[in-house]
T-cell receptor, first 115, second 116 residues
Framework: AQSVSQHNHHVILSEAASLELGCNYSYGGTVNLFWYVQYPGQHLQLLLKYFSGDPLVKGIKGFEAEFIKSKFSFNLRKPSVQWSDTAEYFCAVISLTDSWGKLQFGAGTQVVVTP | EAQVTQNPRYLITVTGKKLTVTCSQNMNHEYMSWYRQDPGLGLRQIYY???????DKGDVPEGYKVSRKEKRNFPLILESPSPNQTSLYFCASSLGVRGGQNSPLHFGNGTRLTVT
């Protein structure tokens, strides 16, 4: 079955530390990949997306993600986090080959940044 | 302002009492979808719609119904709610597929449903 896995459920780190969140998927074929962020009490917002081309994509608020096709991974990174990055982060994948229209989310990673 | 509007934001109801959560978007989006968010499970898709009168099941459709009679509206109907449907629900919309790529989703603010 197709799946999206996020490696960490909870991450706690200090301000200025670097952040990397893992995301792996099991889809075959062509995929579109997304990272969404959900700040406390708010709805999901798009951080960045990968459709094709340069596998290193840059998003809002200093986030970037790298698509590694051979590893079926789309990891999210930020070199230096701020307290305001405290949020839940979701990886999402949609296959253009198998299940058009069915975007699938990972379970999410809760990130807490301490001052 | 471009937005996805869900109502109500909070709803407490009893088992078996039919309810509808409304969702409306003003961006002329073709694609709309409903998700439920539960701790440790992330977002799971309930139903989605590619366009007017075109709907399909997501991963957890049991106990839910939807309709898409107009492009802007995509209500979620619980005919006989049960406690296991207590959850946070999000409606989302997008332009769908453009140029072979999926447009990002725009999310509503969520509806927190409690079924006692």
């Amino acid at each position: 079955a197709q799946s999206v896995s996020q490696h960490n459920h909870h991450v706690i780190l200090s301000e200025a530390a670097s952040l990397e969140l893992g995301c792996n998927y099991s889809y075959g074929g062509t995929v579109n990949l997304f990272w969404y962020v959900q700040y406390p009490g708010q709805h999901l917002q798009l951080l960045l997306k990968y459709f094709s081309g340069d596998p290193l994509v840059k998003g809002i608020k200093g986030f970037e993600a790298e698509f590694i096709k051979s590893k079926f991974s789309f990891n999210l990174r930020k070199p230096s986090v701020q307290w305001s990055d405290t949020a839940e982060y979701f990886c999402a994948v949609i296959s253009l080959t198998d299940s058009w229209g069915k975007l699938q989310f990972g379970a999410g990673t809760q990130v807490v940044v301490t001052p | 302002e471009a937005q996805v509007t869900q109502n109500p934001r909070y709803l407490i109801t009893v088992t078996g009492k039919k309810l509808t959560v409304t969702c409306s978007q003003n961006m002329n989006h073709e694609y709309m979808s409903w998700y439920r968010q539960d701790p440790g499970l992330g977002l799971r898709q309930i139903y989605y719609s590619m366009n007017v009168e075109v709907t399909d099941k997501g991963d957890v459709p049991e106990g839910y119904k939807v309709s898409r009679k107009e492009k802007r509206n995509f209500p979620l109907i619980l005919e006989s709610p049960s406690p296991n449907q207590t959850s946070l629900y999000f409606c989302a919309s997008s332009l769908g597929v453009r140029g072979g790529q999926n447009s990002p989703l725009h999310f509503g603010n969520g509806t927190r449903l409690t079924v006692t």
